[in-house]
């Protein structure tokens, strides 16, 4: 599994503990511990399913049908770059924090923010979301790997059945956890072509005509 405190995989030992039953069935907490050692930080997740002794007298969790992450708060992923604007960077940490606890919020979230990346960054039309992507994907500005990403999107909240307007794009929709969270992988790979990949070639190319410069040469065009 991948520790979600330091992001580096590791084979994982299972620490369970039942709590009790209730009228939805048994309940239980997995603990796991992460051997990098400049992390070494537990993750802990509060289980539903049926508890029962494994190999050693290790207990299990067996027919889980809940697994609710409890530390570390929020799905971890990678820091949003320094070069994503605030007003984009907050809206997708956010969307990262609840969806564990809500996909649908998360979704509403992401989707907000990958429309006014859209709009910024592409210079859409201003309308329905699904038509916006549409546009970003016609103008022929995106390599072929993200038109093929963003165009998912459209299926995520079943944004063809639920046309979301300017005004609604922040609309809570049904969705599954794993679409909530395809969104905030559209959302990284944008980041990147838009904010992070530009940076590194700018200053690259500054690097290169200060040498330019130094060597008595021009400076590179464009």
Request: aromatic share 6%.
């Amino acid at each position: 599994m991948k520790c979600p405190h330091c992001l580096v995989e590791f084979h994982a030992t299972t620490e369970c503990m039942r709590i009790g039953a209730d009228k939805e069935g048994n309940w239980g907490v997995e603990m796991y511990l992460c051997p990098n050692p400049d992390c070494g930080k537990r993750t802990v997740y509060l289980v539903q399913g049926d508890p029962h002794p494994a190999s050693g007298q290790v207990l299990r969790f067996d027919s889980v049908q809940k697994r609710i992450m409890v530390r570390p708060k929020g799905l971890n992923r990678p820091p949003v770059p320094s070069e994503v604007p605030t007003v984009f960077a907050e809206d997708y940490v956010e969307a990262c924090l609840v969806l564990p606890d809500s996909p649908k919020a998360s979704a509403a979230l992401s989707r907000r923010c990958l429309q006014n990346l859209l709009r910024e960054k592409a210079k859409v039309k201003h309308g329905k979301l699904a038509d916006e992507i549409d546009q970003v994907i016609n103008d022929g500005t995106l390599p072929s790997y993200l038109v093929e990403v963003i165009d998912a999107v459209r299926n995520v909240g079943n944004l063809a059945a639920h046309p979301l307007t300017s005004q609604t794009t922040g609309e809570i929709l049904p969705v599954e956890p794993w679409e909530a969270e395809w969104n905030l992988e559209v959302l990284e790979s944008l980041f990147d072509f838009y904010f992070v990949q530009p940076t590194l070639v700018a200053k690259k190319k500054a690097a290169l005509d200060k040498k330019l410069e130094e060597g008595g040469q021009k400076p590179m065009k464009g």
